[in-house]
Each structure stands twice: as structure tokens, then as C-alpha cells.
């Protein structure tokens, strides 16, 4: 079965911190990059982090770079997202996906920054 589950969202101050993760099944896990994307309501899903199957290479987006961090744990077929330094315009929901081809997607967690 095809899954994506992501957890680990929910409200923080602004200053705070959380670890989001993204449990995928090994067909979607396994030889592919991942990313983690947001959406807020009205908007477009954005990129937010990406890694690399092989190397674990990562890249970010302009607006997190320096405050989240992404890694995998590929035993675990797990993605996770920590981030730090949240700010209110962090809020959004979360979800990962398979690199480049983004054809699935999780149920998303949602993180709330207050400010």
C-alpha cells in the first residue's frame, strides 16, 4: 500500500521549535528524494526542504534556510523536518512527498506559530 504519514505539528511561540516527521511506505521511500511543502488556505503549495536518496543532499527555500533542517533516516523509511526559530508566517500545513515527481502526498500536519 501506498502511504504517506506525516505527525508532529501543533502550536508554538514564535522563537519556538518542532520536529515534524513524514513515515512513508518503502515503495515511495526507497531510491527516491523527499521533500516537505506547506500550503496556507488561498495559496499554492510551496517548497519548503528537499534530500537526496543518494548523499543525502539537501536543499531549502530562501524563506527557512538556516532555521529547518531536513534528514532521513532511509532504515526507517522516514523524513523529518526540524524546525527552529519559528516565526508566525511558518503556519501552514505540512506535508512531504517523493521527489520530482510529487505524485503523493500525505494528509499533511498542521503547524501553528503565534506570535
Known amino acids: 500500500q501506498v502511504q504517506l504519514v506525516e505527525a508532529g505539528g501543533g502550536l508554538v511561540q514564535a522563537g519556538g521549535s518542532l520536529r515534524l516527521s513524514c513515515a512513508a511506505s518503502?515503495?515511495?521511500?526507497?531510491?527516491?528524494?523527499m521533500g516537505w511543502y506547506r500550503q496556507t488556505p488561498g495559496k499554492e503549495r510551496e517548497f519548503v526542504a528537499g534530500?537526496?536518496?543518494?548523499?543525502?543532499?539537501?536543499n531549502y527555500s530562501d524563506s527557512v534556510k538556516g532555521r529547518f533542517r531536513i534528514s532521513r533516516d532511509n532504515a526507517k523509511n522516514t523524513v523529518y523536518l526540524e524546525m527552529n526559530s519559528l516565526k508566525p508566517e511558518d503556519t501552514a500545513i505540512y506535508y512531504c512527498?517523493?521527489?520530482?515527481?510529487?505524485?503523493?502526498w500525505g494528509q499533511g500536519t498542521q503547524v501553528t506559530v503565534s506570535s
Open positions: 518503502g515503495r515511495i521511500f526507497t531510491n527516491n528524494d
Open positions: 512527498t517523493r521527489l520530482p515527481r510529487r505524485d503523493y
Open positions: 534530500i537526496t536518496w543518494i548523499g543525502g543532499s539537501t
